[in-house]
């Protein structure tokens, strides 16, 4: 996305021409850890092994369906 697609809001304060002289974020600053994070998950962790295994069932079960 480029600067002049990105969302904004005008800024109230306007310069002498009466333009105005700054656009103000359209959303407030966060930090990763206000965005990101996890579900809660029910059982026993994954291992890496199984974590690949289910990728590739679920890339062979999209796969089987997509009409050639």
């Known amino acids: ?3 002049s697609e990105k969302p904004a ?3 109230s304060a306007k310069g002498p021409d009466e333009v105005p002289s ?3 974020p359209a959303f407030p600053a966060t930090q ?3 965005v ?3 579900l809660p998950a ?3 962790r994954k291992t890496l092994e199984e974590m690949d295994a289910g990728v590739l ?3 062979r079960r999209r796969h089987a ?3 050639t």
């Open 42 to 44: 029910r059982g026993s």
């Open 57 to 59: 069932a679920e890339a």
């Open 36 to 38: 990101f994070g996890f």
């Open 1 to 3: 996305m480029s600067a």
């Open 9 to 11: 809001a005008v800024a």
């Open 65 to 67: 369906r997509i009409p």
């Open 22 to 24: 700054k656009l103000a």
């Open 32 to 34: 990763p850890t206000d």
